[in-house]
């Protein structure tokens, strides 16, 4: 049986409603992101059928770890994310699993990314750093030299981007994107436009964790996707990764779907239908989130789909 999951809803500074166009009932505050799958502290799902209805992502993968091949790990391993940027998001940077341990109490470290879905006709991300080495970043960043000390890259809707952690980087203003991390919610703000919280206080920053783990290097921003037809279904694959491989199935009618590994994250993005595992008929439509486990064995998308699948 899929375990299907309730969104956590996170305010944000720079978030608004907009989100709630993706099938997402939202509360009143501002909403920046939604954590569509996690079983991070910081935000644990909630499963709402079957059996585990009630339990945390986090209690059945410690109690079940049968439904998710016993996979070696103590925590579950992925985030999935719903971003509204409706203004840019501070500038950051995140460390490695080795620096996360050491200073921020056994979380993970965090690589992480991003698909968009929307953009603004002059949407960017910063992505890297135009100093030549990271003694140069540190001493304009101790000068307060912001202006032109990151990357600007301009992004359209369907471009896909790897962060891997010691990157400085920032979503946008007027961006949506599906976002997925390693399971840490570990962030090193280094800049954020002067803003103030809801208390009128700066958010605080983390210049000294930054300067250890930020990494000077070349990295190509954008990754190119590989696309290919199946039985009338288009299957694009962003990314194949130690952390994640993330893949977008658009789906027309009915998909005969095997699941490449023992469990998959999977979130609706766009239109409706059914998914039908061992028989049994589940109603979904964009805003649905769900895992298939090691135990759904026959797996069929009906309906026109844009679903989002994930998994280690």
Same mark, same amino acid.
């Given at each position: 049986m899929p375990l299907f999951l309730d969104p956590i809803f996170k305010e944000r500074i720079w978030g608004s409603h907009h989100l709630s166009k993706y099938g997402y009932s939202l509360p009143e505050s501002d909403i920046g992101e939604i954590w569509t799958i996690s079983a991070h502290p910081h935000g644990d799902s909630v499963i709402l059928n079957g059996p585990f209805k009630g339990q945390t992502l986090s209690y059945v993968w410690q109690t079940h770890k049968?439904?998710?091949?016993?996979f070696p790990s103590a925590q579950f391993p992925l985030m999935v994310k719903m971003i509204d940027a409706q203004e840019a998001l501070s500038v950051q940077v995140h460390p490695d699993t080795a620096y996360a341990y050491e200073h921020e109490d056994g979380d993970f470290g965090k690589k992480e990314c991003w698909y968009i879905i929307e953009a603004d006709e002059d949407a960017e991300i910063?992505?890297?750093?135009?100093?030549?080495?990271?003694?140069?970043?540190?001493?304009?960043?101790?000068? @307060? =030299?912001? +202006?032109d000390l990151f990357k600007h890259i301009p992004v359209q809707a369907g471009d896909f981007f790897f962060v891997p952690n010691g990157i400085v980087h920032a979503i946008g203003k007027g961006l949506v994107v599906y976002e997925v991390t390693?399971?840490?919610?570990?962030?090193?703000?280094?800049?954020?436009?002067?803003?103030?919280?809801?208390?009128?206080?700066?958010?605080?920053?983390?210049?000294?964790k930054a300067k250890d783990v930020v990494e000077v290097r070349e990295d190509s921003p954008n990754v190119i996707p590989e696309s290919e037809?199946?039985?009338?279904?288009?299957?694009?694959?962003?990314?194949t990764h130690d952390a994640f491989t993330v893949v977008k199935w658009e789906i027309t009618g009915t998909l005969n779907y095997m699941k490449p590994r023992e469990f998959c994250l999977v979130t609706v993005l766009h @239109? =409706?239908? +059914?998914?039908?595992?061992?028989?049994?008929?589940?109603?979904?439509?964009?805003?649905?989130?769900?895992?298939?486990?090691?135990?759904?064995?026959?797996?069929?998308?009906?309906?026109?789909?844009?679903?989002?699948?994930?998994?280690?």
């Open positions: 049968e439904l998710f091949g016993d910063i992505y890297g750093l135009n100093t030549e080495s990271k003694d140069d970043f540190v001493k304009a960043l101790d000068q @307060g =030299e912001h +202006q390693q399971a840490s919610d570990v962030t090193y703000r280094i800049y954020d436009y002067e803003r103030v919280d809801a208390q009128g206080q700066p958010r605080d920053m983390h210049i000294d037809i199946i039985e009338n279904h288009k299957r694009t694959t962003y990314i @239109g =409706e239908g +059914q998914l039908i595992t061992d028989g049994d008929v589940y109603e979904i439509a964009s805003g649905s989130s769900f895992i298939l486990t090691s135990e759904d064995l026959d797996n069929i998308f009906e309906g026109d789909l844009t679903v989002m699948i994930t998994y280690v």
